[in-house]
Nanobody
Framework: QVQLVESGGGLVQPGGSLRLSCAAF????????MGWYRQAPGKQRELVAA???????NYADSVKGRFTISRDNTKNAVYLEMSSLKPEDTAVYYC?????????WGQGTQVTVSS
């Protein structure tokens, strides 16, 4: 069983920054591949950034150079540092854990970029 709890969302002005956190309640966190996804109104959920158990990362083209994903296996946590935020980054952001027996999702945290 894996439980994920996101935090850190909110309202930010264009050009601002936010840090999202995902706390994982799981025994084997260090072996999971983790990711951040987002879903804007009327759009499909999309991958924003991912980090493997070994620390390799990949990003959506739209966020490269602006977002950074990281993990702390000692705290069972994964983070998404977001900078130079744009209105089009507005969405509900979800944390995902990929395991050999399935995917798990958090409840999501709203990020709104608006002046």
């Amino acid at each position: 069983q894996v439980q994920l709890v996101e935090s850190g969302g909110g309202l930010v002005q264009p050009g601002g920054s936010l840090r999202l956190s995902c706390a994982a309640f799981a025994r084997l966190f260090s072996i999971y591949n983790m990711g951040w996804y987002r879903q804007a109104p009327g759009k499909q959920r999309e991958l924003v950034a991912a980090i493997t158990s070994g620390g390799n990362t990949n990003y959506a083209d739209s966020v490269k150079g602006r977002f950074t994903i990281s993990r702390d296996n000692t705290k069972n946590a994964v983070y998404l540092e977001m900078s130079s935020l744009k209105p089009e980054d507005t969405a509900v952001y979800y944390c995902n854990a990929g395991t050999s027996w399935g995917d798990y999702w958090g409840q999501g945290t709203q990020v709104t970029v608006s002046s």
